[in-house]
């Protein structure tokens, strides 16, 4: 008898724990794996607002008349846009992006939108990986991310040789947001990797901000490349907010 009856308990306690493992991971966020690091400089935070505003620029179809503009505008020269590729350029491969020539930074900037969540093709990028699928620089990334990154790359390595070696001064600097962060992640690891393709620029010379990027490289690999991707993580935890429905319940559970 006390054999029998100690499996629906089993049974019970097992699924309490899973529930509340899907509970830890639903109110997971990365402000708990930051908020032990040291404050940002003035001078480390100063590209991140320009920076931003460019990756909300690619979402406007006309830079010239544009319908999404924040306060102030987007603060670039649209006549300084090199190119642009939507998503019909890329064929759903690749989010839309734009490479833009920043003179008053001296910086050449290529920059990729966030998810687009009426997109198929985007879903597709993001979903297409395995753990432990695909190996890189003796760590493991993303699979449909480093796809991703290496589609641009094919096509813009030339493009990008050619403004560095006009403007040989300028930094080069790869950012996006949320998916799009995840592609310039890895669009920078392989171009590192392929240096000798961008002409004479330097590691140093190469930059990534990663606005909220989607989890996509092993832990070996952030730290090694961590002297050029900075991932940006807004940490809100001190900001009042409502629960959601999901927290309800999960805390109506456990709490």
Known sequence: MSIACGIPILECVY???????????CLYTA????ENWGLATAEEFEPIPRLCRLILAVYEDDLHNPLWAPPGGYGIDPDCVILRKNYEETQ??????????????????????????????????LLDNKLGQTKFDGGYVHNGLLKAAGRVFDAEWEGLRELVEIHPTYTLTFTGHSLGA?????????????LDK?????????????????RCVSLNLAVRYADVINSVVLQDDFLPR?????????????W
């Open 15 to 25: 699924c309490l724990g899973c529930a509340r493992w899907v509970w830890l991971k």
């Open 31 to 34: 402000g708990y794996e930051s």
């Open 92 to 125: 759903g491969q690749v989010p839309p992006y734009m490479v833009y020539l920043d003179h008053g930074n001296a910086d050449i900037i290529l920059a990729i939108r966030g998810l687009n969540l009426a997109k198929e093709s985007d879903y597709a990028v």
């Open 182 to 194: 995840g592609v310039v992640a890895l669009l920078t690891m392989v171009a590192l990797q392929n």
């Open 198 to 214: 961008l002409g004479t620029i330097e590691r140093k010379r190469i930059r990534c901000y990663a606005m909220a990027p989607a």
């Open 242 to 254: 409502t629960t959601t429905a999901l927290e309800d319940v999960f805390r109506s559970l456990f």
